[in-house]
């Protein structure tokens, strides 16, 4: 479905990915792992347009996107919950989920889908005349991949669901991508919490300073030695 | 209840002091106005039950008020009125103008508070009511009463049109435009250039202001797209530019020759390489042609005319009241719509938080571009109206103070929100066009039989005194001071939008708030 072909992205002279390249198939949860400044949410923002890529390409079920601007690509069915979540802290819970719709055109399943991410996540139900910013870290999260669903994407982008929450609510999260998954949305996961993404991940990937150096189906990627060492933490 | 009174001393005070400067008749559209103001303040306040019971709460507050401005009025009548040199206070007029002030001011503080005491859908209606009938009433009590008041509040309500078109660039876009007034500089040029004598175009007014804004719309697009990859201060500092830029170009359109580039230089040019003799006449398209008449100005420019009311003149200011009333509810209500709109939408998401919008699929090019059009749509209007009204454009008019000041009311009543920019407009243009040349007569009436006779002996001095005792002067002095105390006091304007008020208070607020009391909101 998403396929990255030898793809470098550059921050002026710092070459960031170094020939990066991934697929993802249709209803699968990917896994990309690394550590910090590894090229993780690179990887993502290049996908969704907002750096572009000086090589290589990137293409969503055939299509090409490395051309396309940031829009162009959410039009196509490309959804992320952003890492520092992005949402719209002026806006009410429901307007910023209104504003996750805003590129559909079918306007039909719309109240459907708003039950569906009330039923995802009954919290925001409850804080649904409350403003963005005054949520809480994990209800903003909630908010963010609640108003990524409501486009109702061909693919989720999730970056880091897990930064900066409790440990229960990081169990709930992923539950809830889970959730998400089986009821038919491919995934591509960003995480740093290794142990907790391979769990639930058919595939993944190990990202080293912009480049892929390992990949493989996710229960063999956490037998895997060097993934126990460097990002399980287990001798 | 002594809050109450209270404040209905402060309003009868503050009318009082109104009336002192005024003078004469202005003590019954004054009455009127205090009362309308003081019956929505005390409206929210009071015990909420049935109308009668919330007039007869607000009885004392009412009185107390009328009390004051009656001892006000006499007091201007028979004591301030001498002292700046006015005709001693005739009773046929004393008596009906404090009557229909004090009554009127009585009688609209308890009809604004009862409206307050009927079911939520009809005290809208009714409040709608009220106001509808102050618009139209308003010209034709201004005639009866001779204040002469109206010719200058229709420039108010042309700045309560500028303010409502930047208000869609600055409030809902969050693009900060300095060069506003070049749009409505070209509303009215576009209608000087269409309608005058100056190229003996005569097109009907009813269909120029069509053009005007569809003229200021294109510009907008025009000059919109340079300041799309910049944000904040970088985009203020290049619309500061364009401000400036547009009165110098129409300032200096006064010699204007076109030529054909083909048959003027290329051809002649290519046949003169080769040593030939070209024998193409060059053709000129425009030939020093004035288009804007520079300093001198475009004059006169045609007027509006309907059916029945005729020609439009300077004489009789009641049409082009309600023609520019009219252009406000057109405004008003396509502001709405637009505000209400998906690109309605996408502006406040740009705003918020332009990645993130433009991740939900929203173009920001486009967005952008539109809000520029569309606001600068609405000083089309504007530009036009004024073109016609003045039947006169000269470009010093809509310079950088023009800008500003149309800013000012958008920043003053409250951005993002629409009724606030109304009232900021209203506001600070009355307070421009009536109260400070009011000011301005006062004094200098109180000087003449004051301090002036007591300087003669000093005429350098009596002179200066008498030059500089006048508000005018300082117009924008006060303007800046109004607008510092504002932000100190109540940054997010008169009547601010929720989400402002939100930005501006954010640390007041408690996050996490428990849902249902945001709920409300």
Known sequence: MLELKDVHTYYGNIHALKGISLNVEKGEIVTLIGSNGAGKSTTLRTIQGINRPRSGTILLEGEELEKLPPHEIAIRGVAQSPEGRMIFPRMTVMENLEMGAYARKDKTGMSDDLERVFKLFPRLKERIGQKGGTLSGGEQQMLAMGRALMARPRILLLDEPSMGLSPILVELIFEIIQTINKEGTTILLVEQNALMALSIANRGYVIQTGEIVLSDTAPRLKENEMVRKSYLGIE | ?521
């Open chain 2, 1 to 521: 209840m002594q809050r109450n009174i209270r404040s209905g001393v402060t309003f009868g005070i503050i009318a009082g002091f109104m009336t002192f400067i005024f003078g004469g008749w202005s003590v019954a559209i004054i009455g009127v106005l205090y009362g309308v103001g003081l019956g929505l303040s005390l409206g929210g306040r009071l015990k909420r039950e049935a109308p009668l019971g919330m007039a007869s709460q607000a009885l004392p507050t009412a009185a107390s008020a009328g009390g004051v401005l009656l001892v006000m009025s006499l007091i201007q009548n028979y004591i301030v009125a001498p002292a700046i040199g006015q005709f001693p206070a005739d009773p046929s007029v004393v008596i009906p103008a404090n009557l229909a002030g004090v009554l009127g001011g009585f009688i609209f503080t308890l009809i604004t508070v009862a409206l307050h005491g009927l079911p939520e859908k009809q005290e809208r209606m009714g409040k709608l009511i009220l106001l509808a009938v102050i618009v139209v009433a308003f010209p034709f009590v201004d005639t009866f009463a001779r204040l002469n008041w109206l010719a200058q509040f229709i420039f108010a309500l042309i700045f309560v049109i500028l303010g409502m078109g930047l208000n869609i660039v600055v409030g809902y876009a969050g693009l900060l435009d300095l060069g506003y007034a070049a749009f409505f500089a070209i509303g009215a040029y576009t209608t000087g250039i269409f309608s005058s004598p100056q190229h003996n175009i005569y097109l009907n007014f009813w269909l120029v202001i069509w053009i005007a804004a569809a003229m200021a719309a294109t510009f907008g697009l025009i000059l919109g797209a340079p300041t799309l990859p910049l944000r904040g201060d970088y985009l203020a500092i290049v619309t500061l530019g364009f401000g400036e830029i547009i009165p110098v170009v129409f300032r200096n359109l006064t010699d204007v020759t076109i030529q054909d580039p083909l048959t003027c230089w290329i051809i002649p040019g290519i046949t003169r390489l080769f040593g030939g003799q070209s024998g193409m006449a060059c053709i000129t398209l425009l030939s020093h042609m004035d288009v804007t008449a520079g300093e001198r100005g475009i004059n006169p420019i045609g007027r509006p005319y309907l059916p029945i009311i005729g020609m439009f003149t300077n004489a009789q200011p009641i049409p082009w009241y309600f023609l520019i009333i009219a252009i406000i509810l057109l405004t008003i209500f396509l502001v709405n719509r637009l505000r209400a709109s998906r690109l309605g939408r996408a502006w406040m998401a740009i705003r918020e938080d332009q990645l993130a919008a433009s991740q939900m699929g929203i173009d920001p090019v486009r967005t952008k571009l539109l809000a520029f059009a569309m606001g600068a749509t609405f000083s089309g209007f504007a530009g036009a109206f004024y073109a016609a009204y003045i039947s006169g454009i000269f470009p010093d008019v809509f310079d950088f103070s023009a800008s500003i000041l149309i800013l000012c009311t958008v920043i003053l009543g409250g951005m993002g929100n629409i009724y606030g920019v109304i009232v900021g407009g209203l506001v600070l243009l009355t307070a421009d066009r009536l109260f400070l040349p009011a000011l301005k007569d006062f004094l200098s009436g109180l000087l003449n039989h004051t301090v002036l006779p007591a300087l003669a002996s000093n005429p350098t001095l009596r002179a200066a005194v008498a030059q500089n005792a006048n508000p005018i002067l300082y117009r924008y002095l006060l303007f800046g001071l109004t607008l510092v105390i504002m932000m100190a006091v109540r940054p997010e304007g008169l009547i601010p939008s929720a989400q402002r008020r939100m930005e501006l208070h954010e640390a007041d607020e408690v996050p996490n708030a428990a849902a249902s009391t945001s709920m409300k909101s």
